[in-house]
């Protein structure tokens, strides 16, 4: 009788080992339903942001069988080209040549099964708008045609169209909050923001309306020709010969050539009669006359609306927090005055304080940066606090709701070229992001208990 061993035991260990088995094969279940393996095949799309200082070919890129789906193309690669095309206007075919490098390089970074499929678009932005030349557009058009992409074409973008791509753009990339942008360009400058003060009806001009994310959103825009920080500068030197300029350095001296200051439709009408050819830039490193000679550049004089920001021009108030992109955040970032929690006076006193520094000490000081940019950030920073503030109205109060931005999350440039592409392959999203098989919270829950359990039953 003693030879009967206990039945329980026997069946017990078995009884265990099957409910850890199959706790095991729940557990690796749930994690690899949740976390399903990307899709490994990927569509394309190539834009090409033609702006007045350089071009840039982005490529981005999106899981094939999800082009319909939200939140997912991401830039894949950027190759930068500089001057832009607009500098090409005595010798077009040379805009042409000048992109071929950049678009080999595309060819290398897409697989060549999906070149034929691929959209490529060029946008030209301010500088174009300012040249409008033909022969430039048919040279880049005969280069960008002899790629193996499905070239759809290049034109000028409208101003409207510039500034709400870029808040597209910002607000695709980040989901989570609804933001303006700010966008400051060579030639132009663009605000766009949604204000529950603006339904459109004060300004139709200024209106665009999209559906992003399950809302529809009324968005005020507004581009300034002439205002981007080159076109800017041109207007501000164009005084009388032999200017001592308050937004140069102390001991910077450089001749110039006077009709250079004139070569653009922003400033021709400005050139005195009689003018020499060349002139004396002499610099004396003051930022308030500085600001003084860019407010002179804005003209508050007259405004038929509730509200305006410059030049007649209708804006309604401000509101939420700005993504502050392109030469915005190159000019912050040289100052490391990215941190908008940094007040706005100690902002203005630091460019103040850098503007009054001699020429020779601000090259010592900063060997690593071009000479072309550093001449330049202290127009550029007057220029870029006198905007946001005399300009747009923002105050000590709401100056820290702009973040300079750069680069979005996931490494995409922030600019209008991937809501532009998002609008012409119709992958705007219209509604939220799809939600995981499970809810997070389901999901923790369910890996949690099958954790517990499994760790009761080795203890058992
Ligand atoms: O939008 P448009 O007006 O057509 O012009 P763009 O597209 O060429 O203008 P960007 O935003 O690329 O650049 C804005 C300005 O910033 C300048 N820039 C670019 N990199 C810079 C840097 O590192 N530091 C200072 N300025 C820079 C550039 O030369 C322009 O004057
Ligand atoms: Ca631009």
Redesign the pocket.
Known sequence: AMKEKNPWHKSGIVIVAVIAVVAVVALVVVFVVQNMPLPQKYKYGIVL????????VFIYEWPAEKDNNTGRAEQKHSCNV?P?I?SYAGTPWKAGQSLRECMREAEKNIPKQRHAQTPLYLG??????LLASDEVFRAVSETLQTFPFSYQGARILSGQE?GAFGWVTVNYLDDRLKQGAL????????ISFVSKMFDGSESPGNSVTFRLYGNDYNLYTHSFLCY????ALKMALSGPPAIRDPCFHPEYVETKEYSKLYDSPCVSDRKPQGAPAFFQHTGIGNFQQCQDVVRSLFNFSQCKYSQCSLNGVYQPPLQGVFGA???YY??M??FNLTDTSIPLDTVKERIARFCATPWQQVKQQNPG??L??LV??CF?GTYLLTLLTDGYNFTSETYSNIKFIHKQIKGSDA?WTLGYMLNLTNMIPAEAPNEPPLPYAGYVVIVTVIIILLVVLFLF
């Open positions: 942001d033609a702006g007045s200082s350089h071009t840039t500089k832009g607009s030209a932005t301010a500088g174009m708008r510039e966008d400051l360009g060579g030639a132009s400058t663009q981007g920080k080159d076109q992109f392109s030469a190159y000019i970032d040289f940066i071009k072309k940019y330049g950030y550029a600019g």
